[in-house]
């Protein structure tokens, strides 16, 4: 099977951070829509992919991209 991460590094860690806030705000203030949507959020930096994402075909993991540091200036 085909690797289909398409989240970044510092992409899933924002998504994780961000998906904990929405989770624990919403636990506070009892709302199921802020419940729902941290929990996908956490779901996605977990598994480093996002179906939205993959719909529209981008992607935020630079995995192929190689970078040359030369210490000529």
């Given amino acids: 099977m085909k690797d289909r991460k398409n989240i970044g590094d510092i992409d ?9 806030t929405l ?3 919403g ?7 802020m419940i729902i949507s941290g929990s996908m959020m ?3 930096g977990i598994t480093r992919f ?3 994402l993959y719909i ?7 995995e192929n991209i190689n970078i040359n540091i030369s210490k000529d200036f």
């Fill in 23 to 25: 989770l624990s705000i």
């Fill in 27 to 33: 636990i506070v203030r009892k709302s199921t829509l």
């Fill in 12 to 20: 899933a860690t924002f998504r994780l951070s961000g998906g904990f």
């Fill in 50 to 52: 996002c179906p939205l």
């Fill in 42 to 44: 956490i779901a996605e």
């Fill in 56 to 62: 529209l075909g981008l992607s935020t993991n630079n």
